[in-house]
T-cell receptor, first 115, second 112 residues
Framework: DAGVTQSPTHLIKTRGQHVTLRCSPI?????VSWYQQVLGQGPQFIFQYYEKEERGRGNFPDRFSARQFPNYSSELNVNALLLGDSALYLC??????????????FGSGTQLSVL | EDQVTQSPEALRLQEGESSSLNCSYT??????LFWYRQDPGKGPEFLFT???AGEEKEKERLKATLTKKESFLHITAPKPEDSATYLC?????????????FGEGTQLTVNP
């Protein structure tokens, strides 16, 4: 079975631009979460979506938005890019919204560089 | 606010030299504590989940333990392939199921 797939793997943008990152969860998983990982730090929670509804939002500005599609894939959008948005963006999938044994499976991430 | 502090930031061991990584946490109500391994350029890979103080889990050369304030990841007789960054994360009862608060990680290097 395929794991969590993310595209693109690398992306270079300039300040002020917009970016869309994509994620396909593991087959059968209905929940997708997005995390931002700045170099040398641990991942920070951005969003969780389950059954196309937002179930959680981290402490990120409104420039960050996301959505989930009927096939459970997801997009993360970032508007008006800042230099500080440069990071590894990780997508994680899990089976449900709050299972007692909820285990997150992470993709390899999209490395975003903002110049 | 949930907080996770990992120590040391970096650890260099010789092959076969056992050691422990520490994860101290504060959380309003602990639902679960997670350990992940992350290799360069890759996403975190799940290792363990611990739910209550006194719980222990083992996998090959790794053993995770949990108290009310901290967790330890013990590495017995490590090999070079154990070199990676080890991340600790907590999940609180009142937050969404996928919202984990991560520490900054411990970068482990095992020399042959």
């Amino acid at each position: 079975d395929a794991g969590v797939t993310q595209s693109p793997t690398h992306l270079i943008k300039t300040r002020g631009q917009h970016v869309t990152l994509r994620c396909s969860p593991i087959s059968g998983h209905k929940s997708v979460s997005w995390y931002q990982q700045v170099l040398g730090q641990g991942p920070q929670f951005i969003f969780q979506y389950y059954e196309k509804e937002e179930r959680g939002r981290g402490n990120f500005p409104d420039r960050f938005s996301a959505r989930q599609f009927p096939n459970y894939s997801s997009e993360l959008n970032v508007n008006a890019l800042l230099l500080g948005d440069s990071a590894l963006y990780l997508c994680a999938s899990s089976q449900g919204p709050r299972g007692t044994n909820e285990k997150l499976f992470f993709g390899s991430g999209t490395q975003l560089s903002v110049l | 606010e949930d907080q996770v502090t990992q120590s040391p930031e970096a650890l260099r061991l010789q092959e076969g030299e056992s050691s422990s990584l520490n994860c101290s946490y504060t959380v309003s109500g602990l639902r679960g504590l997670f350990w992940y391994r992350q290799d360069p350029g890759k996403g975190p890979e799940f290792l363990f989940t611990l739910y209550s103080a006194g719980e222990e889990k083992e996998k090959e050369r790794l053993k995770a333990t949990l108290t009310k304030k901290e967790s330890f990841l013990h590495i017995t007789a490590p090999k070079p392939e154990d070199s990676a960054t080890y991340l600790c994360a907590v999940q609180a009862w009142e937050t969404s199921g996928s919202r984990l608060t991560f520490g900054e990680g411990t970068q482990l290097t095992v020399n042959p």
